[in-house]
T-cell receptor
Framework: SAVISQKPSRDICQRGTSLTIQCQVD?????MFWYRQQPGQSLTLIAT?????????ESGFVIDKFPISRPNLTFSTLTVSNMSPEDSSIYLC???????????FGPGTRLTVL | AQKVTQAQTEISVVEKEDVTLDCVYE???????LFWYKQPPSGELVFLIR??????QNEISGRYSWNFQKSTSSFNFTITASQVVDSAVYFC?????????????FGGGTRVLVKP
């Protein structure tokens, strides 16, 4: 399995500001993903973070709103830009372990936008 | 397209009762993986099980058991002799290899409340 950490664990932000969330893995992984979980809802994939190239975004999510970086095989960041209260969610990163096709999730970042 | 349906939004039981969570999926892939995750109030997603489409053997792990029925596209999860610590939201998820490339599609989740 992979050990995943996220920073910050939670934050309260003002409308119109941006927050960058970090995801660190204890081993090199090929695939990293970012998910959003709105209050009381299920998880929705935002994008696949690709190392060395632009992230692949799912329908309904755009790079301007959720820029993603993946500088190496153990680290990624997700920025939530120009936040509004509708962005209040838990943001989770996950990693795919190819051979076993298992996916493990970080502890999540609980974001509240006022 | 992939789809996962968890028809039960919330289940409430008394401690020591058994509880079964339903999961029905749709995929065009012939090779796929099914997962169950637990999300306690802390918010972290805890991996419980992964099952590939070629393995229909039922699995038991302690008080947890899973029933995979490919004929009905279902992957149900049973907690035997439930405990208060089992209170959480449980998610079923699907990964169709060709269609989704390791991306998970989640069901809506079932909230389980175990009362003492």
């Amino acid at each position: 399995s992979a050990v995943i950490s996220q920073k910050p664990s939670r934050d309260i932000c003002q409308r119109g500001t941006s927050l960058t969330i970090q995801c660190q893995v204890d081993s090199q992984v090929t695939m990293m993903f970012w998910y959003r979980q709105q209050p009381g809802q299920s998880l929705t994939l935002i994008a696949t973070a690709n190392q060395g190239s632009e992230a692949t975004y799912e329908s309904g999510f755009v790079i301007d709103k959720f820029p993603i970086s993946r500088p190496n095989l153990t680290f990624s960041t997700l920025t939530v830009s120009n936040m509004s209260p509708e962005d209040s969610s838990i943001y989770l990163c996950s990693v795919g372990v190819n051979l076993n096709n298992e996916q493990f999730f970080g502890p999540g970042t609980r974001l509240t936008v006022l | 397209a992939q789809k996962v349906t968890q028809a039960q939004t919330e289940i409430s039981v008394v401690e020591k009762e058994d509880v079964t969570l339903d999961c029905v999926y749709e995929t065009r892939d012939t090779t796929y993986y099914l997962f169950w995750y637990k999300q306690p109030p802390s918010g972290e997603l805890v991996f419980l099980i992964r099952r590939n489409s070629f393995d229909e053997q039922n699995e038991i792990s302690g008080r947890y058991s899973w029933n995979f029925q490919k004929s009905t596209s279902s992957f149900n999860f049973t907690i035997t002799a439930s405990q208060v610590v089992d209170s959480a939201v449980y998610f079923c998820a699907l990964n169709g290899i060709k269609a989704a490339g390791n991306k998970l599609t989640f069901g809506g989740g079932t909230r389980v409340l175990v009362k003492p």
